[in-house]
């Protein structure tokens, strides 16, 4: 049952690092720093529970609003550049942030024992929910209250007039400029926003793993951050839920039997996904299909 | 000021591999404007064949180094046929995320290959540096910096003064019109891949030859550093691709010098971010950052 709980705990963690990602994604940016600011909201986080006693709701807050104030700051340049140079722009800033707690030391000796981030050892013991004795359970219920928030607030955005200006940037930014919207603005923003995500889903990563070290949070995770609103599709905050449960759920545990094949056959999947539905698993089709589904249901009923 | 032309002088050496593998990225990005993340594991795939050649058979420098190049060709073609050929010139993205999915299988097909951390790899020279007053050369990289110069010059006659060269020009600047005109473009695409995963695997080789030894972490290694190269240097630009590798190359070993192995690393992503929203185009790139492209030059 812990197995299950843990895995839900994942999927919820990656789907609001996926989210973080969506976000900005829907401006048209792909941007690799999502693991940059998950990292920095993980160890602001932990470092406000462990060597401040904060309780862990302001503490996560206050991991997002520092991942996003870094984000609205590093929006700013790097908006400047486009397409593939962003990409590689904010791998470069996310590979830096990376760095930077590798190189990181702050311990204060509590009780004979030394707490606080460590360089390349990492920032261990951070064990607020055991301390507190929230239960397995419990933790996971936190996570996806957390989680199903964030997707309804994303959900309502979709739906509102700021949903609309967003995905008039990403489509086309010369018209949406001339139709009177700040692009740099609405690019900022996004970005910022993706960083209050990213901030709080590493502030709970941090959290429900009590060890987070520098090498957790490289390109590979930032990657994975831009792969499941890549691979779920951008019409709708499920699409990135979804290719959460496919990527961590089905081809990372449940080939786990696969042993050293599960890799191979995990780039074969992915590739044959972009494949076959190149503009992600949930499209405008999927929807258009399902509503028609829904609808005729309901005919037949009233029928 | 000793410590500093030595450390300019390694900076130098090692910025010619970064170079090197600057330039097989350059080529694709060029033809292709799209990023291959599976560039660097691709070129391990045919080190990895090459050290298994030289553990199993006690094979020869010149076997290594073909297998090592094919193996490299062969796994970039398999990389262009699944990631990039099949899909739309628009999605971009999909090809890169598709890629990043056959670095990780390319990168568990190294380990099956070869299961251990760590295997040898043939040296280039062995032999005494050279001395040039109090400063030291290693023949291994004096070679290494010709090979770099003679290829870049190589693929800079490719491209701008043979006919496969102006057909890959004329496919940047519009595939459409040079499909009407006759040129076989999913071919000649297919064609650069090919060549720049040669150039990779060559840049691999050498590389390996002078460190001697060969593990799992080299495919990321060769990805990043080629990337940041190509960035500094210029997009698309060929004598762009190999000054960035010697920037990127001095800078570290200063760095290295100055502050220890974890700072260098941090400044090279600095550098890179710096360098990218400063000048978008790099040092020698001269059109505006979306635009730069081997065909858009003057030709």
Known sequence: MDFYLGLIQIIGVHTLLGLSAYCVLHTGQVSLAQAGFFAVGAYVAGMLTVLAHWPIVPALLVAGVVAGSLACAVGFPALRVKGLMLVVATAAFGEAVRLFFFNFNYQLERGGFHIGPHGGEGFRQIRYFPEYGWSTLEVAAFIWVVVVLTMAALWWMDRSRAGAVLRAVGEDEVAAQSSGINVTVVKVSAMTVGGVIAGIGGGIFAHYTTHIEHIQFGIVLATFAVAYPILGGLSNVFGTLIAVIFIQGFLIEGLRFMGDWRNLLFGGLIVLAMNVRPRGLIDAGTITLVKRLVFRSKERASA | ?299
């Not at chain 2, 990039?84 to 999605?91: C, E, G, I, L």
């Not at chain 2, 192995?261 to 941090?266: A, I, S, T």
């Open chain 2, 1 to 299: 000021m000793i410590d500093f032309v030595q450390n300019t002088i390694d900076g130098v050496m090692i910025g010619a591999s970064y170079g090197l593998l600057a330039l097989g990225f350059t080529l694709i990005f060029g033809v292709m404007r799209r990023l291959n993340l599976s560039y660097g594991p691709s070129i391990m795939i045919g080190a990895y064949l090459g050290t298994l050649i030289y553990v199993q058979f006690s094979a020869g420098p010149v076997a290594v180094v073909v297998m090592t190049v094919l193996g490299a060709v062969l796994a970039g073609i398999y990389v262009e046929r699944l990631c990039f050929a099949p899909m739309a010139a628009s999605a971009g993205i999909a090809s890169m995320v598709s890629s990043f999915a056959i670095w990780m299988q390319l990168e568990q097909a190294a380990i099956l290959i070869l299961p251990r951390h760590t295997y040898p790899f043939p040296p280039l020279a062995t032999g005494a540096p050279l001395e040039l007053g109090p400063f030291l050369l290693r023949i291994d990289h004096l070679m290494m910096l010709a090979c770099a110069l003679l290829l870049s010059a190589g693929v800079q006659y490719v491209i701008y003064r043979s006919r496969f060269g102006l057909a890959l020009r004329a496919i940047i600047g519009n595939p459409v019109a040079a499909h009407l005109v006759g040129i076989d473009v999913k071919t000649s695409v297919m064609l650069a891949f090919a060549g720049a995963s040669a150039v990779g695997g060559i840049a691999g080789y050498l590389v390996l030859a002078i460190d001697q030894q060969v593990t799992p972490m080299f495919g990321m290694w060769a990805t990043m550093k080629g990337l940041i190269a190509m960035m500094i240097g210029g997009l698309g630009s060929i004598p762009g691709a190999i000054l960035g590798g010697l920037v990127l190359g001095v800078v570290e070993a200063h760095s290295l010098w100055h502050f220890g192995p974890q700072v260098r690393d941090l400044v090279a992503y600095l550098l890179l971010f710096a360098c990218l929203v400063l000048r978008p185009s790099g040092i020698l790139g001269d059109a505006p950052a979306a635009e730069t492209s081997i065909g858009r030059r003057s030709a």
